[in-house]
Nanobody, 119 residues
Framework: QVQLVESGGGLVQPGGSLRLSCAAS????????MGWYRQAPGKERELVATITRAGVPNYADSVKGRFIISRDNDKNTVYLQMNSLKPEDTAVYYCNLDRGFPFLPREYWGQGNQVTVSS
């Protein structure tokens, strides 16, 4: 089993910044990619950003230019630096780890981390 522990969420004003972190532990064996998803009330969970083991990032259009994903492979940790936050960024953010083929379970999720952007 793999455990993902998230931290860094909270309440921030529009235009502010937050940094999320997610540390993986347990029987990881391999990391294909790690990333972040979010789910706002009444909406479907959506991709925010992912990063491969080689460091190649992928971002949702809604966060490009504002968010930066990074990772520390030695620490099995992924970060999400969120800048210029908007109220529409308010959501529960979930860390995701994909181990790739052939590992089962292939995918793990963090517990969720509330980010609220409000005046």
């Amino acid at each position: 089993q793999v455990q993902l522990v998230e931290s860094g969420g909270g309440l921030v004003q529009p235009g502010g910044s937050l940094r999320l972190s997610c540390a993986a532990s347990g029987s990881i064996f391999s990391i294909n990619y790690m990333g972040w998803y979010r789910q706002a009330p009444g909406k479907e969970r959506e991709l925010v950003a992912t990063i491969t083991r080689a460091g190649v990032p992928n971002y949702a259009d809604s966060v490009k230019g504002r968010f930066i994903i990074s990772r520390d492979n030695d620490k099995n940790t992924v970060y999400l630096q969120m800048n210029s936050l908007k109220p529409e960024d308010t959501a529960v953010y979930y860390c995701n780890l994909d181990r790739g083929f052939p590992f089962l379970p292939r995918e793990y999720w963090g517990q969720g981390n509330q980010v609220t952007v409000s005046s």
